[in-house]
């Protein structure tokens, strides 16, 4: 069993910045995939990024590409999802995700995590 703990969410104004943290907690030896998904309000939920703490690497989803790095600490069980240059678009509860050993494309896929977050909320106003 892994437990996810995200922080750092809150309310901010377009262009600004904010940095999302997820610790890992529990069998973290079976996690090879954290990362993040949203939800906006009346959508479903959506893949956003994730990293290979074994392999370092990383994946995104095109609509943050460039603008939200994601970046682990295995010593803390700590990944961030670095948030710059918000948009209202953005806004969104975001979940911390982690799974075990499977192919890139299914660690970033909804219905394939095997553990999540309760998530935090960031809202961006224009």
């Known amino acids: 069993q892994v437990q996810l703990v995200e922080s750092g969410g809150g309310l901010v104004q377009a262009g600004d910045s904010l940095r999302l943290s997820c610790v890992a907690s529990?069998?973290?030896?079976?996690?090879?995939?954290i990362g993040w998904f949203r939800q906006p309000p009346g959508k479903e939920r959506e893949f956003v990024s994730t990293?290979?703490?074994?392999?370092?690497?990383?994946i995104y989803a095109d609509p943050v590409k460039g603008r939200f790095p994601i970046s682990g600490d295995n010593a803390k069980n700590t990944a961030y999802l670095q948030m710059n240059s918000l948009k209202s678009g953005d806004t969104a509860i975001y979940y911390c995700?982690?799974?075990?050993?499977?192919?890139?494309?299914?660690?970033?896929?909804?219905?394939?995590?095997?553990?999540w977050g309760k998530g935090t909320l960031v809202t961006v106003s224009s």
């Open positions: 990293i290979n703490w074994s392999g370092n690497s990383t």
């Open positions: 529990g069998r973290t030896g079976s996690v090879y995939y």
């Open positions: 995700a982690a799974s075990g050993a499977m192919k890139p494309l299914e660690a970033a896929t909804v219905g394939l995590i095997g553990y």
